[in-house]
T-cell receptor, first 114, second 111 residues
Framework: DTAVSQTPKYLVTQMGNDKSIKCEQN?????MYWYKQDSKKFLKIMFS???????INETVPNRFSPKSPDKAHLNLHINSLELGDSAVYFC?????????????FGPGTRLTVL | QKEVEQNSGPLSVPEGAIASLNCTYS??????FFWYRQYSGKSPELIMS????GDKEDGRFTAQLNKASQYVSLLIRDSQPSDSATYLC???????????FGQGTELSVKP
């Protein structure tokens, strides 16, 4: 059974559109994350939620808005998509938000903005 | 200075050899360190975590941590072609589980 799942796997859209990516984990973890991996494969954290509360909010444009309806789900909504938003977005989860918690990644969503 | 630095490679080793991957980090208060393996087109997969100075072994993998030198490494013994991937070093920056990743080292194991 998949531990961290994301939908969709691929997303191709036009500039200016609004899109959402969904993430679910069945590990019973309290903390979930969104990461962005750019074309140079650099992986950078965007947001983190601990038990539905936002705890990390990196310097990300306001067009990106995460939402956590419960601790097993974390969604990412992106408004007014731009070419530079093209990347692979990974969701991850960990047991809690402490320093020693291992993070487990979902399969990723490849977003292409045309 | 980047917060977490790795040699981008590619690092090429023959099958059966030891592959040595290195990582340095800038924040002295960092307490936990992770190695992820990422195959092309796939997601990062956790292979090792290390929290204390010294060595930690798991099968063919050994992670080494030296906090005084702000250095963490990963050794892969008896390298196999299936080990060919990008290896990402990640350091926990204490803030809510925030992981900072290096740029990754591409490893190629030649048969």
């Amino acid at each position: 059974d998949t531990a961290v799942s994301q939908t969709p796997k691929y997303l191709v859209t036009q500039m200016g559109n609004d899109k959402s990516i969904k993430c679910e984990q069945n590990l019973g973890h309290d903390t979930m994350y969104w990461y962005k991996q750019d074309s140079k494969k650099f992986l950078k954290i965007m947001f983190s939620y601990n038990n539905k509360e936002l705890i990390i909010n990196e310097t990300v444009p306001n067009r990106f808005s995460p939402k956590s309806p419960d601790k097993a789900h974390l969604n990412l909504h992106i408004n007014s998509l731009e070419l530079g938003d093209s990347a692979v977005y990974f969701c991850a989860s960990s047991a809690s938000s402490g320093s020693y918690n291992e993070q487990f990644f979902g399969p990723g969503t490849r977003l292409t903005v045309l | 200075q980047k917060e977490v630095e790795q040699n981008s490679g590619p690092l090429s080793v023959p099958e059966g050899a030891i592959a040595s991957l290195n990582c340095t980090y800038s924040d002295r208060v960092s307490q936990s360190f992770f190695w992820y393996r990422q195959y092309s087109g796939k997601s990062p997969e956790l292979i090792m975590s290390i929290y204390s100075n010294g060595d930690k072994e798991d099968g063919r993998f050994t992670a080494q941590l030296n906090k005084a030198s702000q250095y963490v490494s990963l050794l892969i013994r008896d390298s196999q072609p299936s080990d060919s991937a990008t290896y990402l070093c990640a350091v926990n920056m204490l803030q809510g589980g925030k992981l900072i990743f290096g740029q990754g080292t591409e490893l190629s194991v030649k048969p």
